[in-house]
């Protein structure tokens, strides 16, 4: 199994749709966990970090399963400016992160 | 502030060539990382520093070297640049290193080698 995996898309919603995106992690000590958000030609940044018992800002919400090591990210009400690659992050036994490859979301009017 | 800051925006090397990779951060982070995004990867990890004087190996540091200048610089540097070092480079910042801390990026460089 690859570190982190996810689907890379892309996923191609209208306006107003609900969304969900999955990512699977190998490493069963790992301890913390983030989605980041990456537009097209731009930088990462933090979306949401993830919290065992899941965590919601605004439309969008964060679920994590230890035992099955999956984590999700669920957006609600989808807008035009959710365009963007989703990455979801895992450490690596101490500090270091694992990055997956993204899954890309498209929200058209 | 202008948070992680990294110079140049592009550049374009032949094989062989050096060049050096500048990335400074004004939010008094103590650690600091390079990246690499290839197409169809995530990012990976080049090199990180912990803290002001400390450097260590990433997931792929072949090809590559660090300094750690001070506390706001971190540069990454192709001694003898490879078509395989073609990439998007990004420096990120964290306060401390911790887990679960939030790493901030720099805008990042791409880097073509010819």
């Known amino acids: 199994r690859k570190e982190v995996e996810q689907d890379p898309g892309p996923f191609n919603v209208p306006e107003g749709a609900t969304v969900a995106f999955n990512c699977t992690y190998s490493?069963?000590?790992?301890?913390?966990f983030f989605w980041y958000r990456q537009d097209c030609r731009k930088e990462p940044k933090l979306l949401m970090s993830v919290y065992s018992s899941g965590n919601e800002d605004g439309r969008f919400t964060a679920q994590l399963n230890r035992a099955s090591q999956y984590i999700s990210l669920l957006i609600r009400d989808s807008k035009l400016s959710d365009s963007a690659t989703y990455l979801c992050?895992?450490?690596?036994?101490?500090?270091?992160?694992?990055f997956g490859k993204g899954t890309t979301l498209s929200v058209s009017s | 502030n202008a948070g992680v800051t990294q110079t140049p925006k592009f550049q374009v090397l032949k094989t062989g060539q050096s060049m050096t990779l500048q990335c400074a951060q004004d939010m008094n982070h103590n650690s600091m990382y390079w990246y690499r995004q290839d197409p169809g990867m995530g990012l990976r990890l080049i090199y990180y520093s912990a803290s002001e004087g400390t450097t260590d190996k990433g997931e792929v540091p072949n090809g590559y070297n660090v300094s750690r200048l001070n506390k706001r610089e971190f540069s990454l540097r192709l001694e003898s640049a490879a078509p395989s070092q073609t990439s998007v480079y990004f420096c990120?910042?964290?306060?401390?290193?911790?887990?679960?801390?939030?790493?901030?990026f720099g805008p990042g460089t791409r880097l073509l080698v010819l």
């Open positions: 992050v895992v450490n690596k036994g101490g500090t270091a992160l694992i």
């Open positions: 990120a910042s964290t306060r401390t290193g911790g887990i679960g801390e939030t790493q901030y």
């Open positions: 490493n069963s000590a790992s301890q913390s």
